[in-house]
Structure formats: C-alpha cells, structure tokens
C-alpha cells in the first residue's frame, strides 16, 4: 500500500514572493491528474501571475498515521471583535498566554505573505521556525478513499462543501496531531474570505468574521508546547504522512455556548 501512496506537493512564485501552493497524497494512479489540476490553479490564481511552478513528488517511506478528521464546531458569531473574542478564550484555553495570541495576531496581519505557518512558544511567545521569512510548509496530508468520501458527505450534509473547508480542516487536524502542538489560528489571505479557525485537539472551531472584508492579510499560526521538542514537531508537519480515514461530528454554537477554562 504504501508502495503506491505519494507525496505531491506545488509551490508557485512571481519573482520571489510567494503565489500558492497545494500539498497532497495520490495513489500512483492518480498523481498525474492531482499534479497537473495543481499547476492549472497555480498559473489561475487570484494572488499572482507565477512565472515558477514547482511540482514535487516522492513516494511515501513509510506508512500513513490514520486518523480521525476533528470535530467541526462554527460559532454562530458576528462581528470581527466578537469572533476574535471566542478565539482568544479559546487559545487561551488551550495555554497560550494573552500576550502571545497577541503576537499571533501580529504574525497574521503582518504584511509579508509566507507560505507556511509561524510556530510560536504559547508562553513566552519565542519564534521557533527555523525559517521566519517562509514559516513552516505542513505537507504530505491527504485522506483515505472511505475517509474522503465520508468527509465530502459530512461536509455537504452540514452547508460545507467547500475545497477551502476541506483543506483547511485535513491541516488543521494533522496539525492539531503534531507532538508538541497546542493550538493553531488561521485566517486566509484571500480578501474575500473573512472566515478563519482556531483548532486544539478538542475542535476545529470556525469563525465567520475572524479579519475584516477586503483586507489581503492572513496565514497561520502553530503554538507551541514550552517543553515541546521543536526539531520533532516540525519533522512531523513537514515529512510523516497523515491520512484522514474517518470524520468526526459537526455542531454549530452560539458563542456563549464555546467553553472557556
Ligand atoms: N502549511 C503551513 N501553512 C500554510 C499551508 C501549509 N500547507 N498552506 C497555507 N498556509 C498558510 C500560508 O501562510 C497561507 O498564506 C495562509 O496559511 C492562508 O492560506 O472553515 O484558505 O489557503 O471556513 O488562504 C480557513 C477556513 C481557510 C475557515 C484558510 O487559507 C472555514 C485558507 P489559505
Ligand atoms: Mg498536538
């Protein structure tokens, strides 16, 4: 099985910045299709006109981990201040001291577009990418064929068929999986989309209005455990293969109704 599973990663550039970039796992048989569907969106893409895409693709050397894709909960929200409100509880929740979900903040509206996720200490706020000026690039996720059937009609069933939903939700899970990982808070850089997440282990926690409408600014960012090993976690995000093969439950909540503590 694994024998026939590959990695197949894009990245696209316009002179040094960043455009996109798509990471998944193929059957052999299907490389092909997934590689070339990858190039046709880099060089259509709404951020930029790529004049370099990369496509990589390498066979797994070693088995998937399998899990369960985490708990969908949309907090029935609105407002930037609100929703940015319940994701702080959250963090918080989760152990990211105050002032570091306010460097979290900073990372996301920052105005350099990275292509991957800052890692942050959740106490005392350390940078720990290796590489600030491109974050780490979570890759080599995808889903089984029950668990990607079984996702599509979870997410349909709940008004949420969406490619974008779907990714973000197959990262976030590998991410909320990671050693060393205690939450993560993503909003897009798409303009249009103001929706974003914060995800622990307990939830993927949706958000409608995490940024404002027309602001290009956004990305991820993955806090991190004070004692976590960091050379580890970010082997994790970067190289062991994780396959989501089975959907957890959906619910939508008012935003009284999200824990805190
Ligand atoms: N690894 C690490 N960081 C990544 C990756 C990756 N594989 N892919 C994207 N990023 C970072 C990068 O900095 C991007 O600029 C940023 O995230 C945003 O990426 O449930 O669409 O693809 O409705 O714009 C949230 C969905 C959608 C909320 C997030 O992100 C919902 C989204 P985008
Ligand atoms: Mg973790």
């Not at 303009?191 to 600014?217: C, I, Q």
């Amino acid at each position: 099985m694994t024998d026939d599973l590959f990695s197949v990663r894009m990245r696209a550039n316009e002179g040094d910045a960043h455009v996109s970039g798509a990471e998944t796992i193929a059957r052999r048989g299907d490389v092909d299709a997934v590689a070339s569907e990858m190039v046709a969106r880099a060089l259509d893409h709404p951020r930029g006109r790529p004049n370099d895409v990369v496509v990589t693709v390498d066979r797994l050397d070693e088995a998937p981990r399998r899990v369960r894709a985490l708990p969908v909960v949309t907090v029935d929200a609105a407002g930037v201040a609100t929703c940015r409100r319940v994701a702080r509880r959250l963090l918080e929740r989760a152990g990211v001291a105050p002032s570091v979900v306010d460097e979290g903040i900073d990372c996301l509206e920052s105005e350099t577009a990275e292509r991957g996720a800052a890692l942050l200490d959740a106490r005392d706020g350390t940078r720990h990418d290796p590489a600030p000026e491109r974050g780490v690039r979570v890759s080599r996720l995808g889903c089984s064929d029950a668990g990607g059937a079984a996702l599509d009609d979870a997410l349909d069933a709940n008004g949420l068929a969406s490619t974008r939903i779907r990714d973000a939700l197959l990262l976030a899970t590998k991410v909320a999986r990671a050693p060393g990982t205690v939450a993560e808070l993503c909003w897009s850089d798409n303009p249009d989309y103001t929706a974003g997440y914060v995800a622990t282990e307990r939830g993927y926690y949706r958000f409608p209005d995490l940024k404002p409408a027309g602001d290009s600014r956004g990305g991820r960012v993955f806090f991190l455990s004070p004692d976590a090993d960091v050379e580890a976690t970010v082997d994790f995000l970067e190289r062991r293969p994780v396959l989501v093969d089975d959907v957890g439950t959906f619910e939508t909540v008012a935003p009284d109704a999200v824990p805190s503590g």
